[in-house]
């Protein structure tokens, strides 16, 4: 039973160790996902996250370890409170992301769903009615990011709906509106 749900980006930037000097953009980044996530290990210590990886469907043990070392520090990472063993370098990093969070804040475990990209929005909304339906009480969190497609410099080309589409992105769960998730073009 999903308690509460929380959305987070989930850039590497988060991981203080990761960026070079103080970024205030990255602090701002880093401490309104911190702030989430402490709010979602008041009511919920154990997790649920969901987060795009070219990997998935698939589900990431939550008794693995992992590293930033791929993103070029080796900052470990566990998924459960007192879990061991090597870290892996090849964790996703909505995993990795996860993990970190979860140790800022306290949270017991965070158990990490990884969808493909494309995963259609039928697919995704069964994937979203299986993870509620446990008994026990668990917060969702929520890895994503907005548009890569802003300005000259982006990855890919510049797409003029960039814009739009991060406003749609941040409306839809700020306002719980679940049809306006479903409405997203991914």
């Not at 960026?19 to 997790?47: F, K, M, N, Q």
């Not at 769903?113 to 009615?129: F, I, N, S």
């Amino acid at each position: 039973m999903i308690v509460r749900a929380a959305v987070v980006a989930h850039p590497p930037l988060l991981v203080p160790e990761l960026v070079s000097g103080d970024d205030p953009d990255a602090r701002r980044v880093r401490e309104a996902a911190v702030e989430v996530a402490v709010e979602l290990a008041a009511v919920a210590p154990r997790w649920l996250a969901v987060g795009a990886d070219p990997t998935g469907p698939r589900e990431v043990d939550r008794h693995r370890t992992g590293t930033f070392a791929g993103f070029g520090v080796d900052v470990p990472v566990v998924l459960t409170k007192g879990a061991g063993g090597v870290p892996d370098p090849a964790m996703p990093l909505p995993a990795l992301v996860a993990g970190w969070l979860r140790e800022r804040v306290g949270a017991t475990e965070v158990t990490v769903r990884l969808v493909p990209p494309d995963l259609p929005t039928e697919d995704c909304r069964a994937l979203g009615e299986r993870l509620g339906a446990g008994d026990d009480p668990v917060g969702l969190l929520v890895l994503g990011d907005g548009s890569h497609r802003h300005g000259e410099r982006a990855v890919g080309r510049p797409d003029p709906r960039a814009g739009a589409f991060d406003d749609a992105v941040h409306a839809a769960p700020a306002d719980a509106a679940p049809a306006a998730l479903l409405a997203l073009d991914p």
